[in-house]
């Protein structure tokens, strides 16, 4: 058997199917807009709860393999970041303030988050960890995504303390 020719088929078959990948794992971003009915906080169930995990994971706030359709404490962590970042609500509990659940307020947020966002996707890069910045102690350095695909130019997305949070690809 010639295994270089072998190898050569392999790698051009990768290489003809990667642009096929990557734009089904774009695509699955510019598809994460929840439609929400109803108020979910920890312990609800559903395929509600797994389209909200979609967008959060989406807008970087969750990881993909916390999609699981339950409302738990990593859910919970992650709705709380999302609220912070919209100004929805920055401290308290579910029951007192709402922060942590996904009421009126945060259903809105979600909304004009999805409105905000393009129909064309839009890369954002928000790196895992990262030190802290010398300029702002307080703030993880984060990179500009040098190399990484952008149509447009790279805008700044700041945190709720001014922190360089990610970057993204603006149009």
Not at 85 to 113: C, D, E, F, H, N
Not at 122 to 130: Q, R
């Amino acid at each position: 058997m010639n295994y270089s020719k072998s190898a050569g088929v392999v790698i051009g078959t990768a290489i003809l199917l990667s642009p096929l990948f990557a734009l089904a794992a774009v695509q699955t971003s510019s598809t994460s807009c929840p439609t929400l009915a109803r108020t979910l906080a920890r312990g609800a169930k559903g395929a509600d709860v797994k389209a909200l995990q979609q967008f959060l994971v989406a807008q970087g706030f969750l990881t993909s393999e916390s999609t699981t359709g339950y409302f738990g404490a990593l859910t919970e962590a992650a709705v709380q970041k999302f609220q912070a970042s919209q100004s929805v609500v920055s401290s308290g509990t579910p029951a007192t303030t709402g922060y942590g659940a996904v009421g009126p307020k945060t259903r809105k947020a979600i909304g004009l988050a999805c409105a905000n966002t393009s129909s064309s996707p839009t890369p954002v890069y928000t790196p895992k960890s990262a030190p802290p910045s010398t300029l702002q102690p307080q703030c993880p350095l984060v990179a500009l995504p040098t190399g990484q695909a952008c149509t447009g130019t790279w805008k700044e997305v700041k945190d709720t303390k001014g922190c360089t949070a990610s970057w993204q690809c603006g149009q």
